[in-house]
C-alpha cells in the first residue's frame, strides 16, 4: 500500500505570494491532518480534515487554510506569506476519526525569501 | 491541554549500548501515547504507540517503550543501538484524534 504523498517536496517563494501544498493519503484514510514544523516553534498542529468538513484547527492566523476533497485529498493553502512561514509542512493520515494512529509523509519544504 | 516534556534535546551514545529516552506528558486522563523517528529532511515515521493493555510495547527496528501511569511517563528503550539509530525522536499525545501534540524532540547521535 503506497503512504502518504506530499508535493511538491520543496518550493521556494516570495513575501506577499500564496501557496498551495497537495497532500495524498493512504488509501481508504479519510483523516488528513496538516502540521508545521520550524526549528523554533517545533511540531504544531495546524488542522484536521474529515470527509471534506473541517474537524480541528490550530491557533494559526486566517491566513491559513484547507480543504478535503471527496476522495480524502486535502491541500493547504497559505496567503500573503511571510518569512516565518518558512517550514516544513507535514501532512498525516488516519483511517478516520477517532483512529488515533496517524501515518505521515515526507513533508513539503517551503522557503519564503 | 495536554502537553509533552522531552527532557533531553541531545543525548550521544556508542554504538552497542543502550539507549533510553525520556518522555512526560501531561493530561487528565490516558492519552494514546507514540513515538516517532524523523531522519534530517524527512517525515515522521511510527515506531510504536500505546492505547491501553499491556504498558510494555514492543516497536520497529528493536525499540520498546514502557507507560508508567503514576510518572505520566513513557520512556524509548533500545537495548543496543545502531549507527542508523541517528536520528531526532518524538514523543506524541492524541487525545483528539486527527490532533496530535508533540514534545520537542530529542536528537540521537551515535559514536562508532
Known amino acids: 500500500k503506497a503512504g502518504v504523498t506530499q508535493t511538491p517536496r520543496y518550493l521556494i517563494k516570495t513575501r506577499g505570494q500564496q501557496v498551495t501544498l497537495s497532500c495524498s493519503p493512504i488509501?481508504?484514510?479519510?483523516?488528513v491532518s496538516w502540521y508545521q514544523q520550524t526549528p523554533g516553534q517545533g511540531l504544531q498542529f495546524l488542522f484536521e480534515y474529515f470527509s471534506e468538513t473541517q474537524r480541528n484547527k490550530g491557533n494559526f492566523p486566517g491566513r491559513f487554510s484547507g480543504r478535503q476533497f471527496s476522495n480524502s485529498r486535502s491541500e493547504m493553502n497559505v496567503s500573503t506569506l511571510e518569512l516565518g512561514d518558512s517550514a516544513l509542512y507535514l501532512c498525516?493520515?488516519?483511517?478516520?476519526?477517532?483512529?488515533?494512529?496517524?501515518?505521515f509523509g515526507p513533508g513539503t519544504r517551503l522557503t519564503v525569501t | 491541554a495536554q502537553s509533552v516534556t522531552q527532557p533531553d534535546i541531545h543525548i550521544t551514545v556508542s554504538e552497542g549500548a543502550s539507549l533510553e529516552l525520556r518522555c512526560n506528558y501531561s493530561?487528565?486522563?490516558?492519552?494514546?501515547l507514540f513515538w516517532y523517528v524523523q531522519s534530517p529532511g524527512q517525515g515522521l515515521q511510527l515506531l510504536l504507540k500505546y492505547f491501553s493493555g499491556d504498558t510494555l510495547v514492543q516497536g520497529i527496528k528493536g525499540f520498546e517503550a514502557e507507560f508508567k501511569r503514576s510518572q505520566s511517563s513513557f520512556n524509548l528503550r533500545k537495548p543496543s543501538v545502531h549507527w542508523s539509530d541517528a536520528a531526532e525522536y518524538f514523543c506524541a499525545v492524541n487525545t483528539n484524534a486527527g490532533k496530535s501534540t508533540f514534545g520537542d524532540g530529542t536528537t540521537l547521535t551515535v559514536k562508532p
Open positions: 498525516a493520515s488516519s483511517m478516520q476519526t477517532g483512529e488515533y494512529e496517524q501515518y
Open positions: 488509501s481508504g484514510h479519510r483523516s
Open positions: 493530561y487528565g486522563a490516558t492519552p494514546y
